[in-house]
T-cell receptor, first 115, second 116 residues
Framework: KQEVTQIPAALSVPEGENLVLNCSFT??????LQWFRQDPGKGLTSLLL?????REQTSGRLNASLDKSSGRSTLYIAASQPGDSATYLC??????????????FGQGTILTVHP | DTAVSQTPKYLVTQMGNDKSIKCEQN?????MYWYKQDSKKFLKIMFS???????INETVPNRFSPKSPDKAHLNLHINSLELGDSAVYFC???????????????FGPGTRLTVL
């Protein structure tokens, strides 16, 4: 059974800092890994998707890496801004069988960037 | 242009009632999902439909019954509501890919269900 863990659970940083959010998963037989952002009372916004054959994806100030063999992913946020404050969720999609298409989520990292 | 929409946004009801939540996507996706986010903000999948066929059915009470009239719609009907059903329910959609698996999942804004 796939389990996803995110560390830290919460993070508070001053504006301008570079930061790293961590995600680990127990079953390395994944199709892809997705990072989401959730603002309070809102839905989820997809930030980056990394296919199992890829090592990293970049979008603006965000960079996500994937080490499938060790079951780890990191989300790097450069030059953080107060607008980055949100909960960041990591989710993996497993390969084959009845798991096909299902996302297993971590508990999230609550990020606060203060001015 | 709303990609994945859900109605209603808020739903407050008494225990024992039956209620439905509707979801529609205009992205041309062939797969739709229902997720539940509990009070601790933990998201867990409930169901998934691909081309109107049920492909994922997690351990969910049979009081919950999804219905997909077509590829663009996935509704969730809940019978005999209980206090523990209070949560935020998210609908999502994606295109079930080939060798690389499913594509990005796009989520609706959520429906906050409160059972009194």
């Amino acid at each position: 059974k796939q389990e996803v863990t995110q560390i830290p659970a919460a993070l508070s940083v001053p504006e301008g800092e570079n930061l790293v959010l961590n995600c680990s998963f127990t079953d390395s037989a994944i199709y892809n890994l997705q990072w989401f952002r959730q603002d309070p009372g809102k839905g989820l916004t997809s930030l980056l998707l990394i296919q199992s054959s890829q090592r990293e994806q970049t979008s603006g100030r965000l960079n996500a890496s994937l080490d499938k063999s060790s079951g780890r992913s990191t989300l790097y946020i450069a030059a953080s801004q107060p607008g980055d404050s949100a909960t960041y969720l990591c989710a993996v999609s497993n390969a084959g069988g009845t798991s096909y298409g299902k996302l297993t989520f971590g508990q999230g990292t609550i990020l606060t960037v203060h001015p | 242009d709303t990609a994945v929409s859900q109605t209603p946004k808020y739903l407050v009801t008494q225990m024992g009632n039956d209620k439905s939540i509707k979801c529609e996507q205009n992205l041309g996706h062939d797969t739709m999902y229902w997720y539940k986010q509990d009070s601790k903000k933990f998201l867990k999948i409930m169901f998934s439909y691909n081309n109107k066929e049920l492909i994922i059915n997690e351990t969910v009470p049979n009081r919950f019954s999804p219905k997909s009239p077509d590829k663009a719609h996935l509704n969730l009907h809940i019978n005999s509501l209980e206090l523990g059903d209070s949560a935020v329910y998210f609908c999502a959609s994606s295109l079930l890919g080939g060798a690389e698996g499913v594509d990005t999942q796009y989520f609706g804004p959520g429906t906050r269900l409160t059972v009194l």
